[in-house]
């Protein structure tokens, strides 16, 4: 590798990658499998299909490249269209599910993807987004790859990417624009080895580290709500109709004594 940072798609292909891909898949599947509505989007990363465990009929890949690099060997099981992730071709309160798989930390501008991000959900509509988490191991090291980088010294074991986004800085991103976080999880604590054999071998930290120190995984996966001030959800029309039969009705001069 030399002094040349690898790319996020060539470094997917390595033991760590997969590894990070093979706990984000499963994060994903969870969190999509019970998320109904008509039309879902994922931002980027073509490697992962996070929308394949989900019903959804309408189903998009986005991507911001014409041929992203994973693209040239395998189709993208859901329909690809090309597009700048801070200007979405869908209108207001239009999707139902976004998925966001390191889309903030590759964009040029996070903060105005994610308020695209929030225009184009319909109110109670989820995102699921992942990310590098600088507080971890994996974000120390790539601290540190920078500045080998900037120094021309040292090989580049861990991919370039844009501005690392923390969890809680994230977490005031979605407060100040109506978001609801809804679960949390921290992932991948093992250290990111070059080798499948030596991944394994610290198999063991995975466990240790969602006991002992669970916020410091790798990867953060966060899901939330877009609320909107104001609006209540309303039940089915049958519920109140049954409470309305249900009701006590009033008799009329009841208690008071029938004159013989």
């Not at 994060?27 to 465990?53: C, I, S, T």
């Not at 992203?68 to 859901?78: I, K, Y």
């Not at 995102?127 to 900037?150: A, K």
Request: charged residues 25%.
């Amino acid at each position: 590798m030399g002094s040349e940072i690898i790319s996020l798609h060539e470094w997917l292909k390595t033991p760590p990658g997969q590894y990070l891909l093979d706990w984000e898949r499963g994060r994903f599947d969870e969190a999509v499998a019970d998320v109904f509505g008509y039309h879902a989007l994922q931002l980027g990363l073509p490697e992962l299909p996070g929308l394949q465990n989900n019903r959804i009929p309408h189903r998009w890949l986005a991507t911001d490249a014409l041929r992203p690099p994973s693209m040239a060997d395998s189709a993208p099981a859901s329909p690809c269209l090309v597009t700048d992730f801070a200007a979405l071709p869908f209108s207001e309160n239009s999707l139902d599910l976004l998925l966001l798989p390191h889309a903030l930390e590759l964009s040029p501008d996070p903060h105005a993807t994610l308020r695209e991000v929030e225009r184009v959900l319909v109110p109670e509509g989820r995102v699921v987004i992942s990310g590098l988490n600088p507080m971890s191991l994996w974000g120390l090291r790539q601290s540190r790859t920078r500045l080998l980088h900037r120094l021309r010294l040292g090989e580049n074991d861990l991919p370039e990417v844009g501005e690392s986004i923390g969890y809680w800085r994230l977490r005031d991103w979605l407060r100040l624009l109506s978001f609801e976080v809804e679960s949390v999880q921290f992932g991948c604590y093992r250290p990111a080895a070059r080798s499948a054999a030596w991944l394994d071998r610290m198999r063991w930290m995975d466990r240790a580290g969602e006991r002992y120190w669970p916020i410091l995984g790798s990867i953060y996966f966060v899901v939330a709500v877009k609320r909107v001030r104001g609006m209540r959800l309303m039940g089915p029309s049958w519920k109140a109709s049954k409470a309305l039969a249900n009701a006590p009705v009033p008799i009329a001069n009841k208690g008071r004594h029938r004159s013989h």
